[in-house]
């Protein structure tokens, strides 16, 4: 799968709010000109071909991944492997010449119908080709439950890992659901998905902007 994706001059991370202050001469406005993103690959168990897309928010501060099959599900007559489910994303960032940038959040959303004792995992991790920083982030989720989810993860200023300056890198995003039927009774299904009930699920991840040191 490939497409390339245009984010105007306003994107910009949206989570001032929700992580401390910080300094004013290290992140900067968004560069300018036209970021275009490049999706290199996008496979796994969770995102067959034909079933995940990425576009860029209405408002240009922001890309979203979007699923329509998405879910992992234990018991009853559930296969033995649907309990875990991937999506690895790998996307080519191209940005203006002297800027370089991070993921500053990522939001996630679906519905789960856990069983009581039942209990399920959405975790991602982040990092950038031929590095080996990588960023993991957990969120665990208990029966009973049938309702939507969300989860956010927000990362400090102060530990943003940005792009290598002067050298394309492609940015991974690898995603997992998880579910467990731990005391639960095996002829009951529990199920998450990366999914809402209309059949799609907005996963939007929000960039920080930084000027690269002048060479």
């Known amino acids: 799968m490939a497409s390339g994706l ?33 999706v290199a690959t996008v496979n796994g168990s969770g995102c067959r071909p034909g079933t995940a897309a990425v576009a860029v928010s209405e408002d240009n501060t922001a890309f979203t991944v979007t699923y329509s099959e998405y879910l992992a599900q234990v018991g009853g007559n559930s296969d033995p ?30 519905f789960a119908s856990l069983q009581s004792g039942a209990n399920a995992v959405q975790r991602a991790s982040y990092y950038f080709q031929g590095s080996s920083q990588t960023v993991f982030k957990n969120h ?37 659901l998880r579910v467990n039927a731990g005391t639960s009774s095996p ?24 000027e690269c040191p002048a060479k």
């Open 140 to 176: 665990t989720f208990t029966g009973a439950l049938n309702d939507n989810w969300q989860a956010t993860d927000t990362t400090d200023w102060a530990n943003l890992v940005y792009a290598p300056c002067g050298v394309q890198r492609n940015f991974n995003i690898n995603t997992e």
């Open 187 to 210: 002829s009951r299904v529990s199920f998450m998905a990366m999914d809402s009930t209309d059949g799609d699920i907005n996963t939007v991840y929000h960039m920080a902007w930084k």
């Open 6 to 38: 245009l984010l105007g001059g306003a994107v910009a991370a949206l989570v001032t709010a929700a992580v401390p202050a910080h300094n004013p001469s290290s992140i900067v406005d968004p560069p300018p000109d036209k970021i275009v993103i490049d």
């Open 81 to 110: 492997t649907a309990f875990r489910k991937n999506c690895q994303l790998s996307l080519i960032v191209h940005v203006p010449q002297g800027f370089t940038y991070a993921i500053a959040q990522a939001d996630y959303r679906g």
